[in-house]
């Protein structure tokens, strides 16, 4: 267990995204970076790793972000864009994955980039840390976009889904989850994860 589940302010962050940043930089530093992008978060630190929980209404895409934080910090760093926990159990099981791992951590990361750079080990864990708020009908969707060749419209005519609709659902999935169901490698390794 990294993360202290007996935090109270932890109680707060249920059902939050999470960065994981591997950096010598001070905390101070984090703080600053993280208040003026959100409203709530929760920095913690694990020895040169910060591991931040936090809260926001638009979605963050820290893969443009990466590069200035390595400029506005003077040194490389490591970030790792999570996805969408529901508590921190959730969190600390994927961690334990992580850090496992954390050899291969380097540059700018995601999920999908992970589970390949890991060779899919622990590939069980990820449908229930990823995929707890999806029903089976969202997952016959993902399944009707494999089996269209990650075809937008070839899928939304084969399951009977306006195409907007079912873009509105493939960016609120990318959202939640840092995969991206229309690019192969993320789609690939949700293939890998749902088999």
């Known amino acids: 267990m990294i993360i202290n589940t007996l935090d109270k302010q932890l109680n707060n962050f249920r059902d939050s995204k999470f960065v994981i940043i591997k950096s010598n930089v001070k905390i101070d530093i984090i703080n600053n970076l993280f208040d003026g992008l959100v409203s709530d978060f929760y920095i913690y630190q694990f020895d040169s790793y910060y591991i931040i929980l936090y809260k926001s209404k638009e979605f963050i895409e820290f893969n443009y972000i990466y590069l200035s934080m390595v400029e506005d910090?003077?040194?490389?760093?490591?970030?790792?864009?999570?996805?969408?926990?529901k508590d921190i159990e959730s969190l600390n099981r994927f961690l334990d994955i992580f850090f496992k791992y954390d050899n291969i951590f380097y540059g700018y990361m995601k999920v999908t980039d992970f589970i390949l750079k890991s060779n899919f080990d622990s590939i069980d864990i990820y449908?229930?840390?990823l995929l707890y708020k999806y029903d089976d009908s969202f997952i016959k969707i993902i399944y009707s976009l494999?089996?269209?060749?990650?075809?937008?419209?070839?899928?939304?005519?084969?399951?009977?889904?306006h195409r907007n609709t079912l873009n509105n659902k493939i960016k609120e999935f990318y959202?939640?989850?840092n995969i991206l169901l229309t690019k192969f490698n993320d789609a690939l390794c949700l293939y890998m994860i749902l088999k």
């Open 73 to 85: 910090f003077g040194e490389n760093i490591s970030l790792f864009d999570g996805f969408r926990v």
């Open 127 to 129: 449908k229930d840390i």
């Open 146 to 161: 494999f089996n269209n060749d990650l075809n937008v419209s070839k899928t939304s005519n084969a399951s009977f889904i």
């Open 175 to 177: 959202e939640d989850t």
